[in-house]
């Protein structure tokens, strides 16, 4: 029986869960493929530490450059996150004949040209199921169940944390900052929960999809990213009340002027099969021309999701060793449109004084920029209060709204900036 000697990378989440994975299902998973998947070394920070899971000592070791250029060692999986010096552990694996896995989506994202490059130069294996959606197969499935299709569109949700703070902004009625300490309470955020909230973590899945299934390279500095700490309860009722739910919503679609990339907060009709996307649950709707439309749904990570995805990619390693062959984007860079040039529906929420006169003066502002208003829900208090007047309009470009929108917050009745949000249908 053949062996494929691992060098693991981390021993955190991920990390720990792959390995958890190997020891209880690893003679199973020998006999289904004819290889035998041997941790050989696991690289870890501090060699003394309490742990999920209990490796024999003589397996860990802190050092992560004799890891990676060990002889014995047949593939690198890498389960330690951000850039460097993740990086450069890559780059030295592959330059030292091995195959390399990954669930690195920020690298992959920001430096992916420069390692795929190198991995195809090299001649080497470089897997990365686990990078995009977690225990979500997306990359096998369009490698090879949609092979026989060019994707027209992505409609996803790919960031657990934010739509499980969605989801208990709508169902529970909090607002956002509860909705986030009980989401890092349930372990589904960060202490820090930058690369979640403000749309970054999705965006790099986005990154990563969007050039597998478009032909050639998004540049992630191309992609409009905007995260979910400004939206309110109040913009969760509203948008219900109109029959929408708000989602986190990363889209890419190929148009005849370049590809539309973008991560932000957008309404979405009740009806729509991602509005039913709950909790900490990841989904991905792509549509093939052959196919049509089709929803990849599931845990987009955690331990036992994820660390299934990346034994995935070692059977999948197992079994094309002997080629030289691995699936990678195209690396001539795409041209991304502009987002002030995209056509689309918006939700504007504005906190105004309620005294006659204005809707006519912001409607005469919208008028001025050719943007018509669809529907209202104007809250009548009494007369010189504060009151919230939301606006939903028919289709504009993007850049056409802004400056509406700069003008409109420039109006004395106009007590806080606007909260402006895409609407897709």
Do not use: C
Request: no cysteine.
């Amino acid at each position: 029986m053949k062996r494929l000697k691992i060098g693991l990378l981390g021993l955190g989440q991920v990390g720990s869960g792959v390995y958890s994975i190997l020891k209880s299902k690893g003679a199973n998973l020998a006999r289904k493929n004819g290889t035998a998947f041997v941790l050989e070394k696991i690289a870890v920070k501090h060699s003394i530490k309490k742990r999920a899971v209990h490796p024999n000592r003589k397996q860990l070791t802190t050092n992560t450059r004799s890891l990676v250029r060990d002889p014995k060692i047949d593939v690198v999986v890498e389960l330690i996150g951000g850039i460097h010096p993740a990086k450069e552990l890559i780059l030295s694996a592959l330059r030292s004949g091995k195959d390399v896995i990954t669930a690195n989506k920020a690298l992959l994202a920001e430096h992916g040209r420069q390692i795929f490059g190198e991995a195809k130069r090299l001649k080497r294996h470089l897997f990365f199921e686990a990078s995009v959606g977690g225990g979500i197969p997306v990359i096998k499935v369009v490698r090879e169940g949609l092979v026989a299709n060019q994707i027209r569109s992505i409609y996803s949700i790919i960031n657990g944390t934010s739509n499980y703070i969605l989801t208990k902004m709508s169902e529970e009625h909090l607002d956002f900052k509860e909705a986030l300490k009980l989401a890092q309470k349930k372990g589904y955020a960060e202490a820090d929960p930058r690369l979640d909230i403000e749309g970054i973590d999705a965006a790099h899945k986005l990154t990563i999809l969007a050039s597998l299934v478009f032909g050639g390279w998004v540049n992630f500095k191309d992609i409009y990213v905007r995260g979910i700490s400004s939206i309110r309860s109040e913009d969760i009722s509203f948008a219900e009340e109109f029959g929408y739910t708000i989602k986190l919503l990363a889209v890419a679609k190929k148009t005849a002027d370049g590809i539309e990339a973008h991560v932000q907060p957008t309404l979405l009709p009740k009806s729509h099969v991602l509005s039913n996307v709950r909790g900490s649950y990841n989904a991905v709707l792509m549509q093939g021309d052959e196919v049509g439309d089709i929803l990849l749904y599931g845990r987009g990570a955690g331990s036992k999701p994820t660390g299934s995805a990346v034994v995935s990619d070692l059977v999948d390693l197992a079994r094309s060793v002997d080629s030289d062959h691995s699936f990678a984007p195209n690396l001539k860079p795409l041209k991304v449109r502009n987002i002030s040039s995209l056509l689309s529906r918006y939700y504007l929420r504005l906190h105004v004084v309620d005294r006659p006169g204005v809707l006519a003066k912001i409607s005469e502002v919208l008028g001025r920029q050719k943007i018509s208003i669809s529907d209202v829900i104007q809250k009548e208090r009494r007369l010189g209060s504060v009151v919230p007047l939301i606006l939903l309009t028919h289709g504009t470009q993007e850049h056409s709204l802004r400056r509406a929108v700069h003008a409109i917050d420039r109006l004395a009745v106009l007590k806080e900036k606007a909260q402006v949000l895409r609407i897709e249908e």
